[in-house]
């Protein structure tokens, strides 16, 4: 289980090829454009309907609700974080399916539906390091488009990222599933210790 | 003197949100040394890294600033009342997310309006004790949602006893997995009734790592659950690895004959809270 870390770094957009793949526990570091959206945002575009602002399809979507602030008219970082991604659970497959998004950066992991999902799709979970966000604030450039503002801080954000990481490939497009193992690692353990 | 304590109310937010108290950063460090994983160990770097970079930047630690927790020791002389204290607490969190760009995190629960202050019906939360003296102490937790989502109370039977608490918290840890960003701290109540369970759990997830439980049981209790939940190997992040309590704090109260509640109260790695003394002249002094 605990092979030798591979580190790959990825540009996006990305394509089926390059999330399939990817291997399960591997770390990943990000460059490019990533989409930022949590549960308000899923709400209004797959339980509303609201036609997407721009198109997703290829790109990562980060679950989080930033700290930001609006001076003169464009919205400046204070501090981008990630929130955990299993609230979202029934959103992974219109997100995958529908927004055509490739990869979902979260923490904590997603559930079976979302497993499939990414496996009939072509797409990975990412696992961020929750809470260090002071560190990944400064390894994202800019922020480039804000939809949705009435939703604030759950808008529909577009960042440019660069080498956001460290990524660990926690759910893969073949079914495999980190956060699976080790909680069946754990019960096993829990088990034996006759807890 | 409410416009003092206000400032000092909400200056300890701030600083909550800024930097970690040392106990928790050597707890991190130390945790580094020991693990074994090489994926914990860099998530742990990483970490470790992360409170630099707050700290360097002046940047707040997790972009989760929580909800304000006020545990509040009240000396019998201070000159205002509780009342007024509220007040001053509440204007003081008002104050500090306007003044910083705080993320707002107070909504209504049904209609999940947000008040866009971190004030609103019961938040921040602040409890009171009464001590002697004419000062107050302030003790300020932000608590981050994706921890306090993975807290549970469950009503035991007195016949579960030991074991029955040991196998309800190694199920909740379990149950968490990833998503309370651990390696975290476990606040266990124990006894009690139902809400005052529930108080202990987390009062026990406030202290500072390396204190001890007041009660020999619960210390004793301490112990063998840190072992028991760091043999797990969810590590952290849920993603494997030695690392997945970096402390477990019991608190326990006397119960009734026919009860036993056992609550979990789970603080993520970011364990972060700020201590302020307010003198009766208003004088502000850091405590932590
Ligand atoms: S659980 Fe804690 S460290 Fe993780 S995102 Fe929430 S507040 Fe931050």
């Not at chain 2, 149950?175 to 651990?182: E, T």
């Amino acid at each position: 289980m605990t092979a030798q870390p591979v580190e790959m770094e990825l540009e996006t957009p990305l394509t089926a090829e390059q999330v399939t793949a990817l291997p399960l526990g591997g770390t990943v570091w990000l460059s490019g454009t990533i989409f930022g959206l949590r549960d308000a945002t899923l709400r209004r575009m797959f339980d509303e309907g609201a036609p997407l602002p721009e198109p997703l399809a290829g790109y990562p979507c980060l679950h989080t609700a930033p700290n930001a602030r609006k001076v003169d008219g464009r919205y400046e970082k204070i501090c981008i974080g990630t929130t955990t991604s299993a609230r979202m659970e029934r959103f992974t497959r219109p997100l995958l399916r529908d927004a055509g998004a490739r990869a979902i950066i979260g923490k904590g992991g997603l559930g079976d539906d979302s497993l499939a999902a990414m496996q009939e799709y072509g797409a990975v979970y990412l696992a961020i390091v929750g809470g260090a966000a002071a560190l990944q604030t400064t390894q994202i450039v800019s922020i480039d488009a804000v939809y949705w503002e009435d939703l604030f801080p759950e808008c529909l954000w577009r960042f440019t990222v660069k080498r956001l990481g460290p990524l660990i490939v926690g759910m893969d497009a073949h079914g495999g599933n980190l956060y699976a193992e080790v909680a069946a690692a754990a019960q096993a353990r829990a088990a034996a210790a006759g807890v | 003197m409410v416009e003092a304590l206000a400032r000092a109310a909400g200056e300890a937010y701030v600083r909550a949100l800024k930097t970690l108290p040392r106990d928790v950063k050597d707890a991190l460090r130390n945790a580094r040394g020991r693990e074994r994983n090489a994926r914990a160990q860099s998530i742990l770097d990483t970490i470790c890294r992360n409170v630099e970079v707050a700290e360097e930047t002046g940047n707040i630690i997790c972009q989760d600033t929580g909800t304000p927790v006020y545990y509040l020791s009240l000396g019998e002389a201070f000159p205002l009342p509780p009342r007024r204290i509220e007040e001053a607490v509440r204007l003081g969190c008002a104050d500090v997310t306007a003044r910083y760009a705080i993320r707002p995190n107070a909504v209504h629960p049904f209609r999940r309006v947000n008040t866009g202050n971190n004030v609103g019906r019961g938040v921040p939360v602040i409890h009171f004790a009464f001590t002697a003296g004419d000062a107050l102490e302030l003790l300020v937790v932000p608590k981050g949602s994706g921890s306090e989502n993975q807290s549970f109370l469950k009503m035991l039977v007195p016949a579960e006893g030991r074991a029955g608490i040991e196998r309800f918290v190694l199920e909740c840890v379990t149950r968490a997995g990833g998503m309370p960003c651990p390696p975290v701290v476990l606040g266990v109540g124990v006894g009690g009734t139902f809400d005052q369970c529930a108080g202990l759990a987390k009062r026990a997830a406030s202290r500072p790592i390396g204190s001890a439980c007041g009660d020999p049981d619960g210390r004793a209790l301490e112990q063998k659950l840190l072992q028991a939940v760091n043999a797990l190997g969810i590590g952290p992040m849920g993603l494997g690895g030695d690392t997945t309590a970096l402390a477990v704090h019991v608190e326990t109260a006397d119960t009734h004959i026919s009860q036993l509640p056992v609550a979990v109260n789970t603080q993520c790695w970011a364990a972060r809270r700020a201590a302020v003394r307010v003198d009766r002249d208003g004088q502000a002094t850091i405590l932590s």
